[in-house]
């Protein structure tokens, strides 16, 4: 049915499927030529990045059901553990988080209103932060380094010696049993999320010098779009991390 | 999908259905507003985790992260100003990850209370009798136990 009407639209603008040069003002340079109108090029991948976004959505789902299964059979194990995460730490990567989201929403608004300067501004502070949250993911991690906990056999072995054998009464906290699967799931889940940031300052980078190049105007910002939507997911995914894994209890 | 969209944002902003992209534009001050509600939240949330309420302390962290993600789908990626189609993609996906978790969990969380077979009579969570299992044997042989048996409140004091 869309379909349909999408067609019917272009046909009317096209004529009798007459050759696209012949209107060269419907299809303006942003325009791929297998596109009828600048909408249904636009819908169409904001189509396309809801698809990813789901497909992301159910690959993180993976994380979150480990998560749950091993929170329902060891709770007390995950209560301590949480305690040992830094709590300013986390809530402040939250805030630096939303805030980022912000400012690649406040990105998306100026590439709308057509405001080249404001848009590359918003864009970089959106980077900018995307670079504090890993500097501070960094400390933290490197204090669970330090402190020996470390996911899976490598647990309670500290830092500097990765490759030697894993001493049996080594100086680790007074940990319940299982501590080990709590900072197995702590370091996939913080490092898929951090995979995600590390990817998400490369691809505002790219959007940021294509803005600079002049590739978007109010009636073309679809890559700003759509890049926003992909860091407004990593935010999303932080949001749950963060109370699931710092404030239990 | 596409008629939709545009025949409403021609409602709304009149512009004529003229294949253009007329995307819907919110004040700068609604996205302030936006973010301060979701940093209101997360104060909230932090709140929240210091104060003892058992199995609810859980169940208000995912209520309130599950507001902070609403605000950001709905207005930061305008899902409410956007093609349907989409959000009912977005929905679609939250509804796959319920199942994912109704059934795995109703699996994990319920081992070791039906299936006598195996010497899993018990909670695998607290060690306790589950009804309908075998009774226990005088002497049990903890190490022939499948894992999560011995696991959760005894072992870990």
Same mark, same amino acid.
Not at chain 1, 31 to 38: C, E, R, S
Not at chain 1, 43 to 49: R, S
Not at chain 1, 188 to 201: D, N, W
């Given at each position: *049915?869309?379909?349909?009407?999408?067609?019917?639209?272009?046909?009317?603008?096209?004529?009798?499927?007459?050759?696209?040069?012949?209107?060269?003002?419907?299809?303006?340079?942003?325009?791929?030529?297998?596109?009828?109108? =600048?909408?249904?090029?636009?819908?169409?991948?904001?189509?396309?990045?809801?698809?990813?976004?789901?497909?992301?959505?159910?690959?993180?789902? &993976?994380?979150?059901? #480990?998560?749950?299964?091993?929170?329902?059979?060891?709770?007390?194990?995950?209560?301590?553990?949480?305690?040992?995460?830094?709590? =300013? *730490?986390?809530?402040?990567?939250?805030?630096?988080?939303?805030?980022?989201?912000?400012? %690649?929403?406040?990105?998306?608004?100026?590439?709308?209103? &057509?405001?080249?300067?404001?848009?590359?501004?918003?864009?970089?502070?959106?980077?900018?932060? #995307?670079?504090?949250?890993?500097?501070?993911?960094?400390?933290?991690?490197?204090?669970?380094?330090?402190?020996?906990?470390?996911?899976?056999?490598?647990?309670?072995?500290?830092?500097?010696?990765?490759?030697?054998?894993?001493? %049996?009464?080594?100086?680790? =906290?007074?940990?319940?049993?299982? %501590?080990?699967?709590?900072?197995?799931?702590?370091?996939?889940?913080?490092? $898929?999320?951090?995979?995600?940031?590390? $990817?998400?300052? &490369?691809?505002?980078?790219?959007?940021?010098?294509?803005?600079?190049?002049?590739?978007?105007?109010?009636?073309?910002?679809?890559? $700003?779009?759509?890049?926003?939507?992909?860091?407004?997911? $990593?935010?999303?995914?932080?949001?749950?991390?963060?109370?699931?894994?710092?404030?239990?209890? | +999908?596409?008629?939709?969209?545009?025949?409403?944002? !021609?409602?709304?902003?009149?512009?004529?259905?003229?294949? !253009?992209?007329?995307?819907?534009?919110?004040?700068?001050?609604?996205?302030?507003?936006?973010?301060?509600?979701?940093?209101?939240?997360?104060?909230?949330?932090?709140?929240?985790?210091?104060?003892?309420? @058992?199995?609810?302390?859980?169940?208000?962290?995912?209520?309130?992260? /599950?507001?902070?993600?609403?605000?950001?789908?709905?207005?930061?990626?305008?899902?409410?100003?956007?093609?349907?189609?989409?959000?009912?993609?977005?929905?679609?996906?939250?509804?796959?990850?319920?199942?994912?978790? !109704?059934? /795995?969990?109703?699996?994990?969380?319920?081992?070791?209370?039906?299936?006598?077979?195996?010497? /899993?009579?018990?909670?695998?969570?607290?060690?306790?009798?589950?009804?309908?299992?075998?009774?226990?044997?005088?002497?049990?042989?903890?190490?022939?136990?499948? +894992?999560?048996?011995?696991? @959760? @409140?005894?072992?870990?004091?």
């Amino acid at each position: *049915m869309s379909t349909e009407a999408a067609t019917e639209v272009a046909s009317s603008e096209h004529g009798d499927g007459a050759g696209h040069d012949d209107h060269a003002h419907a299809h303006p340079k942003f325009l791929a030529h297998h596109f009828d109108t =600048p909408l249904q090029q636009f819908e169409t991948a904001k189509l396309g990045m809801w698809a990813f976004l789901a497909q992301e959505l159910l690959f993180f789902s &993976g994380l979150f059901v #480990a998560y749950g299964i091993y929170r329902s059979w060891y709770p007390e194990t995950f209560a301590v553990c949480s305690h040992l995460l830094s709590r =300013p *730490m986390g809530g402040g990567n939250t805030i630096v988080l939303l805030f980022s989201s912000w400012t %690649a929403a406040m990105a998306v608004r100026a590439a709308q209103l &057509g405001q080249k300067k404001n848009t590359s501004r918003f864009l970089l502070v959106t980077i900018f932060c #995307a670079f504090i949250f890993l500097f501070i993911k960094y400390l933290e991690w490197g204090h669970k380094f330090h402190e020996g906990l470390l996911p899976g056999h490598y647990f309670g072995h500290q830092y500097g010696g990765f490759f030697g054998a894993i001493p %049996a009464d080594a100086e680790v =906290p007074d940990l319940p049993a299982k %501590a080990h699967i709590f900072f197995g799931i702590y370091f996939i889940m913080t490092g $898929v999320h951090a995979l995600h940031v590390i $990817v998400g300052i &490369g691809v505002l980078i790219w959007i940021w010098r294509r803005n600079e190049r002049g590739d978007f105007s109010k009636e073309y910002f679809t890559a $700003v779009d759509l890049a926003a939507l992909y860091w407004h997911l $990593v935010d999303l995914i932080w949001i749950y991390l963060f109370p699931l894994l710092y404030l239990i209890d | +999908m596409s008629e939709i969209v545009s025949t409403n944002q !021609a409602e709304i902003h009149e512009h004529p259905d003229d294949g !253009a992209v007329h995307a819907h534009i919110s004040p700068w001050q609604f996205y302030v507003k936006i973010f301060l509600g979701l940093v209101c939240l997360t104060l909230l949330t932090i709140g929240v985790a210091y104060i003892h309420l @058992g199995k609810l302390n859980l169940i208000v962290a995912i209520v309130i992260a /599950t507001l902070k993600a609403s605000l950001v789908v709905t207005f930061f990626m305008h899902l409410k100003y956007d093609n349907k189609f989409n959000a009912l993609m977005f929905l679609s996906a939250l509804l796959f990850i319920g199942i994912f978790f !109704a059934y /795995t969990m109703n699996d994990t969380d319920h081992r070791g209370q039906i299936d006598s077979a195996q010497g /899993t009579e018990r909670y695998s969570g607290n060690g306790k009798m589950a009804p309908g299992g075998e009774q226990p044997l005088e002497h049990e042989d903890d190490s022939k136990m499948p +894992m999560h048996r011995t696991v @959760g @409140g005894s072992e870990t004091k």
